[in-house]
Nanobody
Framework: QVQLVESGGGLLQTGGSLRLSCAAT????????MAWFRRTPGKEREFVAA????????FYRSSVKGRFFISSDGAKNAVYLQMSSLKPEDSALYFC?????????????????WGQGTQVTVSS
């Protein structure tokens, strides 16, 4: 059984930086696609960034381009999201996901595995 565990969330001020981590465990985990989504109260889960761990290709939602950076560590089955120049509108519960056929899949339904989420709150 695959498990994704996020960490690194927190409370910070506008303009700050934060690094989220996601570790994948499970004897069968071999997905080459991993991603970050986020959700705010009353809204649908939205795509943030994704990576193809085999070739390093990445994909971002437009509002985070240039501020967020996704990376992975193959040896640790981990994916990271380095966030900088954070804004109050980035406040959300951030989820790690894995298992989509295409790393650029923005639809949550395309992803097979999910973590429980880590909260990021950016104060103005």
């Amino acid at each position: 059984q695959v498990q994704l565990v996020e960490s690194g969330g927190g409370l910070l001020q506008t303009g700050g930086s934060l690094r989220l981590s996601c570790a994948a465990t499970g004897r069968a985990f071999s997905s080459n696609t991993m991603a970050w989504f986020r959700r705010t109260p009353g809204k649908e889960r939205e795509f943030v960034a994704a990576i193809n761990r085999d070739d390093g290709n990445t994909f971002y939602r437009s509002s985070v381009k240039g501020r967020f950076f996704i990376s992975s560590d193959g040896a640790k089955n981990a994916v990271y999201l380095q966030m900088s120049s954070l804004k109050p509108e980035d406040s959300a519960l951030y989820f790690c996901a894995a298992g989509a056929k295409a790393y650029y899949s923005m639809n949550p339904a395309a992803w097979d595995y999910w973590g429980q989420g880590t909260q990021v709150t950016v104060s103005s």
